[in-house]
Each structure stands twice: as structure tokens, then as C-alpha cells.
């Protein structure tokens, strides 16, 4: 592996897909190493959480301070973390960077997440302990209760103890034959076989490994050595899916080792690869805008305006099918919890994912016929408000039970990685405020533009119909919306830099850039 990053060349953009490679039949010696070594990892990140992660008081101080600042201290504690690491030698090198890498990721996330959820707690591994018992005692107390908020505190007692037994994943931070992973291929046989380092030099486990005439994934080359650190897994793989999308394709960066005990609602015993594969893509050069409602009954709306403002095409992709569906699993879940105790809804999300992927492959569609450049609202305000606390004892209320449902995030960050695949720049994110009662044709921003009636079927709200109530102007609400969007992103782009204390002139604010777009278009 040669030493540094690699520039990316001028003109192309970095994006990174994962690809899960399940290794083929591990024999008994195999899979004794890895559940050794995973377990042995899960309890060495334990300890240094524990013993390094900052309590409530000092996440609240660092969500308060600066980016800056806060990098600067986080930096100086995975110092600390790292010196720490490197004095367990019963913990391999390749899994220690890895634990190293999860343990600062885990930190900054809680301690950025103070300015989106209204209390962060500590984060808390997975006890390795089963926790059978606990959890039958929780369940058989349900049975027997009459007090509603004694119930629900079994409910998140059961919640917590469901997931017990389960072993982290080992993450190997970089490709590397002597303390990470690599990936080779037999030139004869076409098999792919990975290379992981996993045991250390005194273990009991340790066992001579040759590597011979084996071309490595990364750089192409024949490769051969020997160690006693690592061991071999053939992988299975699919020729049309992993052969062309990820190894003729993509470069092998990082990849984590996960232990998979059900599949399919299913009891098995497999292990798996998750592979990160880097690709090098040519900028698209975007002429055109593209705003994108994400709501509820429609899963998205989205509207392609040119360089004047004018709609080139626009359409929704509906979502009140999703909506259903979720609710119904709902209810099938609530019943089945009453009956049996904590039930995992996989079968919800299942139905969201498939949702919002074709929602964004259209999202990304559309963007291609029209190189266009991808203009979101920034909701973090709304994941906060999903977020807050919720008190010991309650269930979750309507209005955040209705956010749960929402893809608001995941749509947001599923396109991100699909359009870079295709050669665009991230989404711009524009502030939300107003994008749904403001007119695109005089700026006029006003609640009654956007008029909130009772459905028809008494199902929530309806809110499809904007009509402006200075100039006229009437459109669907929620592709005049994802106009609005649009030409938001547009006129941001085209502001000066932000000066920290000075206000835009009158003539430079988006209600004005409106009025004055709308006057060219009547000039053409």
C-alpha cells in the first residue's frame, strides 16, 4: 500500500460504496479465531468508552463550544486513547486502528448531536451476557402488571436486553497485508479471498499463512509472502453485482468483519465481509436547478428550473401507499408487542427503504436528463424536534410517531451518495423556512397562500393547492414548493461570502430576487 492519500485528479470526484462479500465455509479453527478476536475487541471498546467518553456535563460543554475548538479537544483525547490502546497486545494492531477510528466517531457523534436532540446520554455497548433471563423476568412481570407506567418501563427494559449477546463488527480502518485487510484473486480460478490480520504474534491462534501468486484487488500485482498474524477467507460473491459494480470498478479501502446470527427472521451462523470500495468519477457540469419537497403524503415533489427561473419539468412521487403500509404494520406490531413483548418492525423498514431508494433513483434520474444541480431543505430543526426527550414511562406521541414514519434523513442521504456515483455535487441546503407559502412570481410570503382544509376522507389535512394571495398565481403546492427550493439555491449560491454582523441590502434578499427573476421571464 503506498504511503499518503492520493489527490484526487482535477476534474473527478471521490464517492465510496460497500459491498457485503459472506465468506465461505470458515472451517471450525477459523471461526474460532474471528468470534475470539471480536469478542475480545467488543470488551477492549467497552472498557476504553468507559473509561475515556466524556460524561453528560462534558458532552452538554462540548456541543456548546466551537467546531474548532471541539475538534481541537477531541484531537487531544484520541491522542490520550490511542497511547492507551497500544498497551493491550492481546488485541491485534489492524483491529485496535479500527477501534481507535469507532471510538473517536462514537465521541464526536454524541458530542455533536447536543445541538439536534434535546438530551445525549452516554452511549452504552451491548453486554455480551445473552440476557435471557433478565428479559423472561421483564416479560413474565409484564403479565402479571396493572399499572400502565410500570408496564411501559418493562417495555424499554425488554427493548434494552433484546439485543444483548450481540458481538461488535471488527472494522479495519485501511488495506494493508501486515496489520489490516487486503483482498487478492485467483488468476486460475477466479476466486476473490481476503486477507485479514487478527491475531497477534504470542496467540495461541496463531498460524502460518502463505500467500502465493495471488493478484491483489488494490494494485493489480502478484503478491507473495507469508505471516502469522492473519488468515484467509475465501468469499462468496455474484459475478454481475460484486465483479463488475465493485472489483473491476472500485478500489478496496476499509471493511468490517461482522458475525450474523439471523437472516431473514431466520437462526444462522454466518460471517461477512462489508467491503468500502473508493471509485473516481467525472464532475458532471450542472446548468440547470433542481428543488426537492420532501413531505408526507407526497414522499418528495421536485421542480427543474432554468438559469431564469422557468419550470422545465416538475412532479411528485407519492407517498400516501408508504404512509399506509407503515401504519398498518404498525398496528400489527402494537398487537404483537401486547401478546409477546418487544417485536423488531424489519418489515416496515424494509417497505421504507424500498421507498425511498426509488424516490431518489428518480430524484437522480431526472437530475441526469437535465444536469442539474440537487437543492434540499435543511430540516435538522424538524430531526431535532423528532429527537427530544422522551420521559420515563410514556409511549411516543402522534406527531413524533408521525416524523418516525418520515424518510426526511435517510432520503436526504441516500441521494447524496447516489448523485456523487454519478458525477454531482453534494445537494445544497437551503433554509426551510417559508419554501411552502412563498410565491415564486413576487415573493409574496404569507400563511393564506397555502390554505390547510380538512380531507375529504377525514385522513389528516389537505394542503395540495397554493394560490397566492397578491399576484394570483396558483400552482400544486408541493412542486411550487420544491420551486421555491430551487431558486433558493440559486440565489444562495450567488450571494458574497457571509460577514458575521452585516445584513443584505434590500435589493439582495430572495424575495427580491424573486420579483426580479419574474421580470426578466416576462421579458423573454
Request: positive net charge; aromatic residues 8%.
Amino acid at each position: 500500500m503506498a504511503g499518503g492519500k492520493k489527490a484526487t485528479p482535477a476534474g473527478y470526484l471521490k464517492t465510496y460504496k460497500t459491498a457485503v462479500f459472506k465468506v465461505h465455509n470458515p472451517s471450525h479453527h477459523k471461526r474460532a479465531v474471528m468470534q475470539h478476536a471480536m469478542r475480545n475487541a467488543h470488551l477492549l471498546y467497552t472498557k476504553m468508552l468507559k473509561e475515556f467518553m466524556p460524561d453528560k456535563t462534558e458532552l452538554k460543554r462540548l456541543g456548546e463550544i466551537k467546531t474548532f475548538d471541539r475538534k481541537k479537544e477531541l484531537a487531544a483525547l484520541v491522542k490520550k486513547i490511542s497511547k492507551r490502546l497500544k498497551q493491550h497486545n492481546y488485541v491485534a494492531a489492524g483491529i485496535r486502528d479500527g477501534l481507535l477510528k469507532d471510538l473517536e466517531a462514537q465521541i464526536s457523534s454524541s458530542a455533536g448531536l447536543q445541538d439536534v436532540q434535546e438530551s445525549v446520554g452516554s452511549p452504552t455497548p451491548t453486554t455480551l451476557d445473552p440476557g435471557s433471563t433478565l428479559y423472561q423476568e421483564a416479560l413474565e412481570d409484564i403479565s402479571t402488571c396493572t399499572d400502565l407506567e410500570e408496564e411501559n418501563f418493562l417495555r424499554d427494559e425488554m427493548a434494552r436486553t433484546a439485543k444483548a449477546g450481540q458481538v461488535r463488527p471488527i472494522d479495519y480502518a485501511r488495506f494493508s497485508n501486515k496489520s489490516g485487510f487486503s483482498l487478492y484473486q485467483n488468476p486460475e480460478t477466479k476466486r476473490v479471498i481476503a486477507l485479514i490480520n487478527i491475531v497477534t504474534k504470542n496467540s495461541r491462534y496463531r498460524k502460518q499463512v502463505t500467500v502465493k501468486n495471488l493478484v491483489s484487488l488494490k494494485t493489480g500485482e502478484f503478491m507473495g509472502f507469508s505471516t502469522k498474524t492473519g488468515i484467509l477467507l475465501p468469499l462468496e460473491f455474484g459475478h454481475d453485482f460484486h465483479k463488475k459494480r465493485f472489483i473491476e470498478e472500485g478500489e478496496p479501502m476499509t471493511a468490517k468483519l461482522y458475525h450474523r446470527k439471523e437472516r431473514n427472521g431466520k437462526p444462522c451462523d454466518d460471517f461477512e465481509l462489508h467491503v468500502t470500495f473508493k471509485y473516481l468519477v467525472k464532475k458532471r457540469p450542472t446548468y440547470t436547478w433542481l428543488g426537492v419537497d420532501r413531505g408526507i403524503y407526497n414522499l418528495a415533489a421536485y421542480s427543474v428550473n432554468d438559469e431564469h427561473g422557468t419550470i422545465v419539468d416538475a412532479g411528485c412521487i407519492e407517498g400516501r401507499t408508504l404512509r399506509h403500509v407503515q401504519r398498518q404494520l404498525e398496528r400489527r406490531t402494537a398487537d404483537k408487542q401486547r401478546r409477546r413483548g418487544v417485536v423488531r418492525g424489519s418489515k416496515r423498514q424494509a417497505h421504507a427503504d424500498e421507498a425511498v431508494h426509488v424516490a431518489a433513483n428518480k430524484i437522480v434520474e431526472v437530475a441526469k436528463k437535465y444536469d442539474a444541480h440537487v437543492v434540499l431543505e435543511n430540516l435538522k430543526n424538524l430531526s431535532a424536534t423528532r429527537f427530544k426527550t422522551r420521559i420515563p414511562g410514556t409511549r411516543r406521541g402522534g406527531f413524533n410517531k408521525l416524523l418516525g414514519r418520515v424518510q426526511y434523513e435517510k432520503l436526504k442521504n441516500i441521494l447524496e451518495y447516489k448523485l456523487r456515483k454519478e458525477g454531482f455535487a453534494k445537494p445544497i441546503l437551503v433554509r426551510a423556512a417559508g419554501t411552502s407559502i412563498t410565491c415564486p412570481e413576487c415573493g409574496n410570503w404569507d400563511k393564506e397562500n397555502r390554505k390547510k382544509e380538512q380531507a375529504a376522507d377525514g385522513d389528516g389535512f389537505k394542503m395540495d393547492e397554493f394560490v397566492c394571495t397578491k399576484c394570483g398565481h396558483a400552482a400544486d403546492a408541493d412542486e411550487n414548493a420544491a420551486r421555491v427550493i430551487g431558486l433558493k439555491g440559486m440565489w444562495q449560491r450567488q450571494l458574497p461570502k457571509y460577514t458575521p454582523g452585516t445584513t443584505l441590502a434590500e435589493d439582495k434578499k430572495f424575495d427580491a430576487f424573486l420579483r426580479q427573476h419574474a421580470e426578466k421571464r416576462s421579458r423573454l
